[in-house]
């Protein structure tokens, strides 16, 4: 059997085309058959502004058989869209044609046959002689179209028009019935040139929920043409649509009510209404600024309301009317917001110097911050008391550091608070203070006692090694668990002098027992007695031991020395009258310089004493 001859595809037929237009006919060669001869282009029949048949003569000739297409397009030459392929026939002299569409009026077209057949893997074609053909003016073409922005008194409708190369004008025609009844102009008023171009209308003053026919009909110098039927249905009146509830600048006393509500292409009037139960028994209505534009677009609606009791929850709703009927909004609820809500505890942990306390804060609803004031019973008195507005502001008075607590209606504890450096065997008051944009809650007042003080206890002990111009003094002091500091004072006379610092003792829990001396050496004066007593200090207070004295031993007495016999002299002469010169005096010894010292400075006085004899005692140490 013969093998099935391929149909050559119209992109090969079109590069084969561009071979011919370069160079004249092209022969592409095959193993057994020769090209086809050149077919006759003949001329075209039923030209028409948008169509034509083009007609030719298929010559196979020595190759026994071959197909044909034609090739057309406007400019004087072939190139441009080519038609179908068809089978191979055989024979002589085989009229053969092609119908093309979608041609634009007024215009010259020129176009070829090709004769080809297909054998092996390279196709052979012969391209016949190119005519020409001129579309006359044609009516205008419309097609498709669609309807937008559908409201129950309007709507938009649109389409395509061809003008043909003609001036072309259009419009749209509407009514109830495919009689129509009604026309708008199209917009653009005026079409030129060829191609689709998109035109469109509005129909207006339409009646809600009816049917609609309507088509456009576009008109130039060739001729009328009428689009196809279409019909629509207006949208039906409704009642408003609301949404969107919502509440703002909420205070304890006042709010705003919120919502969106769509008119739904009618105009609309609304009002809130709200009550402190969502039955809305007893609710209260308020109309709103003026009714709504006859739109379809959610519009804001608010009202402001006032005369609300804090802390209370209220339940509110948007009603929207229009003439098809009223719309009641979902029920919304909001809460007004207060001052805190608070509770003084009981101090826990009592110390000397510390406390821990703690209480609860409802926020009211705002962001809220806590705190403890405390203050002594003597500060708390004196600033009025329970009587006062804020008895824990007066003076001595004291706050801890604020701590968020958040800004619902529930309780928060505030957790442990510890008051610090408090006076020990004191009464102090102190109560939660609570603090947001409302205002200021000062709690319950309540009241804790520090324990007592815990003074140091000074023992004194003897005075050891007393030498003529030295002695260790000794005591013990029971610290009572906190730092203190231990001295001993001395002087010459019970009253006591100087303290002299001995040590700084550290305290613990417990308290501790230490003993302590100190060293006065080769600075006091022999043979003199001294009084002296231990004394301790803390932070709770001072204690001083017994007094007691020693007494430097003193110097030995200087050996007792015989005097030989006086002589007698003659008197001497008399001394000249130009001066006279005093014999000179023993110096003192250091020993005697310090007790003359010691004698002046009892004289001055009690405040200078100590420090007049410290003094002497260091300058005249030996």
Known sequence: MRKARKIWSSKTAVFALLGVLAGGLIFLTSPALAAPEAPTTEAASGVTGTSATLNGTLNPGASGEAGYFFLYGGGGTCEG???EPSAEQSGQSIPVSAAVTKLEAKTEYTFCMVATHLEGETPESTVGAPLNFTTPGSAPVTEGGGLSNLTPFSVSASTLVDPENEVTSCIFEYGETSAFGSTVPCEPGSLEGSGSQPVSA?????TPGTTYHYRVVAINGEGTTEGAEGEFSTLPLEAPIVDGESTSKVTSASAQLEALVNPNYQETTYAFEYATNNAFTGAIT???AGPLPAEFADQPTSVAIGGLQPRTTYYYRVVAENETGPTEGPIGEFTTLATPIVTTGAAQEVSRTMANVSGTVNPGGVPTLAHVAFISQEGYEAAGGAEAENPYAGEGGRVTPN???????TAHSTGTIQLRELKPGTTYHFAVVATNSVGTTIGPDATFTTSPPTPPVAVTGEATGVTQTAATLTGTVDTSGLRTSMYFEVGEVPTLGFPELASIVPGSESG??????ISFGNYLPPGTTFYYRARASNA????????????TASFPAPPTLTSPPLLVLPPA???PKTGHTAPKKKPLSNSQKLAKALKACAKKPKSKRASCKRQARKKYKK
């Open 81 to 83: 869209a080519n038609t």
């Open 202 to 206: 509005s129909f207006t003053s339409l």
């Open 286 to 288: 308020v109309a709103g």
């Open 403 to 409: 701590a968020n607590v958040g800004l619902d209606y």
């Open 512 to 517: 501790t027992t230490v003993s302590i001396s």
């Open 540 to 551: 709770d207070g001072v204690s001083y031991g017994a007094v007691k004295s020693f007494t």
């Open 573 to 575: 002469p008399p001394a």
